[in-house]
């Protein structure tokens, strides 16, 4: 079975930072991407960050300048760097991996920043 898991999250201040971190394991035997979604009440998913294995990246927006994704294709690990944090960024935020024909998800990890 493919297991995605999260870590880090939490809680910070605006302007604080946070990482996250994901490693997929499991019968993968070969990852295009990696990448976090973020989900708050009353609101649509939304896509975060994601990079591809040959490190191409796309951000939402909303997050440019302040989230850096990186990824260890090696370890099929991905973080995500958030700095510069605000209040709008509050969410679940959850990691996929894309793989073969099928797309798998983490639990989600909650990230609340508050003053």
């Known amino acids: 079975q493919v297991h995605v898991v999260e870590s880090g999250g939490g809680l910070v201040q605006p302007g604080g930072s946070l990482r996250l971190s994901c490693a997929a394991s499991g019968s993968i035997f070969s990852i295009y991407a990696m990448g976090w979604y973020r989900q708050a009440p009353g609101k649509e998913r939304e896509l975060v960050a994601r990079i591809t294995s040959g490190g191409k990246t796309n951000y939402a927006d909303s997050v440019k300048g302040r989230f850096t994704i990186s990824r260890d294709n090696s370890k099929n690990t991905v973080s995500l760097q958030m700095n510069s944090l605000k209040l709008d960024d509050t969410a679940v935020y959850i990691c996929?991996?894309?793989?073969?024909?099928?797309?798998?998800w983490g639990q989600g990890i909650q990230v609340t920043v508050s003053s």
């Open positions: 996929t991996v894309r793989s073969g024909v099928y797309d798998y």
